[in-house]
Structure formats: structure tokens, C-alpha cells
């Protein structure tokens, strides 16, 4: 066995055949992180037949005179073959030390246990093997975080999708697929975009998300090369929204004049139950009174409607992953995303796509989470939680590793003191 350095030609030829893996462990991911200033190569161990057997995707960060090195989601590797696993990190921490490079992080994607609402947690029966051959060969676990303390998140929530899409519909739960409807008829539309919509994308995500607008239009870049990504923005038809308004004001006008009809027969004798009925009738009426004027004043404003919740795509094998997702908060009683999101579950399931990445969130299991609004809407698609390994960091040349932490604890220190 040996390793060496694979040109992109040979890496993606790799990966495309790989049973498993992300977007984070291609060739345009690579292209997109150095984009944004990283150093990024690709390593491959190759057999005796000159075949590659293991490969991964090395991105470098420089902290501050050293280098570090990632490979997100892990090495394209069989975890579960113990003697592969060994030759290859032994080979790719010799071949990191010479470059010196002092540490490489991964975020394998092993799956430690899967969890559903129906079925509670099931643990991964091959979890603990990989876990035991990891921690033999050096890898340091850098904890099972709940959060997202992690690069890569630890826990992400995944649909499938290789099922009738009614019955697709079906699993999600009752409220949102109500919410999919409401906003369907209030006139949210759902229309493709391109790289001129990326503006507004990056506004709607740019609180919510470490990256920049260039890192935004790098991604969109690459991936589209190979057709792998598609934007997807969900529009407030101003005109729609105004005529459903206007019926909706023009219906509960007639309910409001039936019940006063009911009083003025009774001739002062009215129920309780009939005033309350007609008080609560009246507050409906004024309820849509005020949404005619607001829907007609965004007529006015945005007669070519109203962008106010945005997705970017990317197609991998048979997957498709949510990158990046945003809504106005002003319009979130539109439930715009909820329909957004259904409307790409139908669309993928259609082509044939067998899973739908919604992305990271947090421990399911916990009782007390400040990320439980999120969990809840994403699980409420009808979707898992996967719960991966988590980050392991493997020194690969201890004399400089050891010189940067004692570095980093002398900084530490030292800031410490100035701010006493």
C-alpha cells in the first residue's frame, strides 16, 4: 500500500463510486473552501493493483505559523475494515507530518444511533467496534456535543423520501401540513432561481450563517458545473394574497349579517351563546377588514410580489442536502418555509431522489433545549435524527502539535492577565 496526492479527475472518479458519502467530500467543496482562503488536496492509499482504496478530501488552516488540516464528514473509507483503517491513517499521518502539518480533525459519518418519534433511539450496532478501532489508532474523541460546538453539526435530520408522495404528505404532522395548505392558498408561490437571486439568498441567511456572499456564489459556481445544485425561492403573490382577502372579508361579512339576523328575531331575547357568537363573529370580520388593507397596501408596494423565503440545494448521488435556508421573519405568519420545504420533498421524490438532508440540529432526547423549536420542525416533516460519531483529532507531528499548544496556552494566559 502507498498514498499520494490524486488530481481531481482521480478523487472524483473515487467518490463517485463510494457507497457513502456528503457534499462536504467533493471536488466542489474543495473548490469553494479554497475559495475562501484554505489550502485544499486530495489523498489517496492505492493497492497493490494501483487501485485507490481509501481517499479523502485535506483542507488546511493556517493557526497562525502552523497548519492544520480537515477532512469534513471523514475519509472515504470502510470504517468497519479495521486493517484498512490502520494503514491508511498510519500513511496519511506520515505523509501530514512531512508537510507539517501538526493535526488533523475528522467528522466521520458513523452513525451512532438514529432516533424517530415513533421508535424512540436505536443504537447502531456497529457504532461501537469503529468507536473502539478509532480510539486504538490514536484518534482523540473530541466529546459527544449536543449542540453545535462541532464544524459539522453531530446530529442531522434526514426524510425519506422513496415513498408515494400522498403518503409522504401523510407523515408529516397534522398542524404543518394545515400551515402547507393556508400558505398555499394565500397565493405563496414556489419558483426556481439562479445565481441573480444569491443577493437576496445570503440577505435572508447572512444572521444565521458564518459564511459571506462570495462563499455563497463559490458554492453555486462549482456546483453547478455538474448540475448539483438548484435555488429555490418561495414568492407572496401580492395580487393572490389581496383577492384572497377580499373573498375571505366578503364570507365572514355574510356569517356576521346571519347572526345578527338570529338577534334581531329573538327581539332582545338572544342566548348568551348567540351575543358571544356574534362578538366572536365581529372580531373575525375585523380581523380580515385589517389583513384587506395590509394586502392591498403590498399590492400597492410590491405589485411583482414579495421574496420571503429562500433555499439553495445541492444533488448528491441520491440524496439531496439543504445547505442553506432563510425566511423574512416579517411574513413568517405565511408559513412560507413550511410550503417551501414540502414542495421540494415532492419535487425530489418525484425524480427519484431516496433522502432529503433538512441539515443539523441538536439532541432529540434532551429535556430542557434551547434549540427545540428547531428540532420540532424539522422532525415534524416526517423526518430522523441521525447522530453521528462526532469530531476525532489525530496528531500528526507531535514536536510541532506540542509547540503550538504550548503556544496556545501561553496566549491564553497572557490575555488573561491583560484583562485583569
Known amino acids: 500500500m502507498k498514498i499520494k496526492e490524486l488530481t481531481n479527475e482521480e478523487f472524483i472518479t473515487f467518490s463517485e463510486q463510494f457507497p457513502k458519502s456528503s457534499p462536504y467530500q467533493t471536488a466542489e467543496y474543495a473548490m ?63 505523509y ?8 488533523i480533525k475528522i467528522s466521520p459519518l458513523v452513525i451512532k444511533s438514529t432516533y424517530t418519534r415513533k421508535d424512540g433511539l436505536i443504537e447502531n450496532t456497529e457504532y461501537k467496534k469503529i468507536y473502539q478501532d478509532l480510539k486504538k489508532l490514536k484518534y482523540y474523541h473530541l466529546g459527544f456535543n449536543n449542540f453545535f460546538e462541532a464544524i459539522k453539526p453531530r446530529y442531522e435530520a434526514v426524510i425519506d423520501l422513496d415513498k408515494n408522495t400522498n403518503l409522504l404528505f401523510s407523515k408529516i404532522q397534522k398542524n404543518y401540513r394545515t400551515k402547507i395548505r393556508t400558505s398555499d392558498r394565500v397565493g405563496i408561490r414556489i419558483y426556481k432561481g439562479d445565481e441573480k437571486n444569491l443577493q437576496l439568498l445570503y440577505k435572508l441567511t447572512k444572521n444565521k450563517y458564518p459564511r459571506d456572499l462570495n462563499y455563497l456564489k463559490s458554492l453555486y459556481s462549482y456546483y453547478k458545473n455538474r448540475k448539483m445544485v438548484d435555488l429555490y425561492f418561495a414568492l407572496l403573490d401580492t395580487r393572490r394574497y389581496l383577492m384572497h382577502f377580499q373573498t375571505e372579508y366578503q364570507r365572514q361579512n355574510i356569517k356576521c349579517a346571519k347572526v345578527t339576523d338570529e338577534i334581531f328575531k329573538h327581539q332582545g331575547k338572544a342566548s348568551n351563546t348567540l351575543i358571544s357568537k356574534k362578538i366572536n363573529e365581529d372580531n373575525k370580520l375585523s380581523y380580515y377588514k385589517r389583513q384587506l388593507v395590509l394586502a392591498t397596501n403590498l399590492l400597492k408596494q410590491y405589485p411583482d410580489g414579495i421574496i420571503v423565503a429562500s433555499a439553495i440545494m445541492v444533488k448528491h448521488k441520491k440524496d439531496v442536502y439543504l445547505l442553506l435556508d432563510g425566511y423574512d421573519v416579517k411574513y413568517k405568519s405565511l408559513n412560507a418555509k413550511h410550503l417551501l420545504i414540502w414542495k421540494l420533498m415532492e419535487k425530489y421524490s418525484l425524480e427519484g431522489y431516496e433522502k432529503f438532508n433538512l441539515g443539523g440540529m441538536t439532541n432529540p432526547t434532551l429535556e430542557k433545549n434551547p434549540y427545540k423549536g428547531l428540532n420540532d420542525f424539522k422532525l415534524g416533516f416526517g423526518a430522523k435524527s441521525i447522530e453521528y460519531i462526532g469530531d476525532l483529532e489525530l496528531i500528526t507531528n507531535p514536536i510541532l502539535y506540542t509547540i503550538y499548544r504550548n503556544g496556545a496556552i501561553f496566549r491564553k494566559k497572557k490575555k488573561k492577565k491583560d484583562t485583569n
Open 32 to 94: 469553494t473552501m479554497t475559495k475562501q482562503q484554505y489550502d485544499s488536496f486530495y489523498l489517496g492509499m492505492i493497492n497493490d493493483n494501483n487501485n485507490i482504496v481509501a481517499a479523502s478530501l485535506i483542507i488546511v488552516e493556517m493557526l497562525g505559523k502552523f497548519q492544520y488540516a480537515y477532512a469534513p464528514r471523514g475519509f472515504l473509507i470502510d470504517y468497519n475494515d479495521s486493517d484498512l483503517l490502520k494503514k491508511f491513517t498510519k500513511l496519511v499521518k506520515k
Open 96 to 103: 501530514l507530518s512531512k508537510r507539517n502539518i501538526i493535526a
